[in-house]
């Protein structure tokens, strides 16, 4: 008798070019190509909506599956009743006041670290949903390096201004003592954004290249392509729509879809048969997080001044830099997909 991941491998080896339509890979390529193709086409319209990938990333996907957090921790260690669940998720909460400490201290520091983090934290992501971390050490952190990098460098390469820009805002908000407060030279940053993409753009082809060698030729060239869509989407495109497209058609997707994917996080007895259906189900146990959660945005919007989609944007930005650090490492608990994706 199979074990759920045998069957999962089983039902799951889907051919590469299958794969590339009903994978892991189809709405993030399509979400990557929509917001290059903007980027390119039409700029301005980049620029103007440059927040409503972060807005629509409050409902689908992206505010979601962290929000999911609460219940993916009580099934990770079994607990049933509330206040067990709560003491279980102090350790969670802790890390969120001591970022928010950190936030307002230095937020400048801050703001530097989280995106370091995110640089992992995305990577590790995609490198979990296309199945790389099977291949190797050297392949994986190559990926991830190389996928965090060619996205956050780029735009900061580019365009240093307008990607620091939600985080000038935060800072003005929120710093307890602006007079002592540190913020980085956009310049130094610009440069050190160019060594960053080089790097990352190395990263990239060595992790491909060790996938080739291990005879996954097809697969180390999607990942090129991959890589190709979104250092385009991060050249072309307005930083923080680059960035909100990313998160809510790739991060937020891949993240939501291996949580869809993981019985024990849908509780074995309940969990729908069809992956859409599954889809559904963790949007709907993000809903014990998501109520405080929009209670939260409410005071961070009106730190940030008059409310409008930029606004509910960087708000949505603030919480995720108090947010990351403890999701990043919950994320790291989750034991490995054992349903197939059924679409």
Known sequence: MLSGCESLERAGALNSARALWSGPRALPWAMLMIGGSIGIIAPAVAKQFSAWPFVLALLIFGMPHGAADWVVQARLT??????????????YFGLMLACTLFLVWQPGVFALLFLGLTIFH???????ALRIDADGAFARWSFVLGRGLLLLATVFATSPEAAWAPFAQISDAFAWKRETM??????????LSWLGIIAGAGFAIAGAIARWRRGRRCKAGLELIEHTLVAMLAVFADPLFAVGMFFLGVHAYRHTRRLACTRLVLEPSSAPAGFVRRLVRVHGISLPLMVPTVLCLIP???LLGPFSAHTLAVACIVFYMITTLPHHLLGLRLPRPDLAPII
């Open 300 to 302: 961070i919007c009106w």
């Open 182 to 191: 540190w913020m980085p030279d956009l310049m130094h940053l610009q440069k």
């Open 78 to 91: 079994g607990e049933k009743l509330f206040t067990r669940q709560l003491v279980g998720f102090a350790e």
């Open 122 to 128: 995305f990577g590790m992501t995609d490198a979990t």
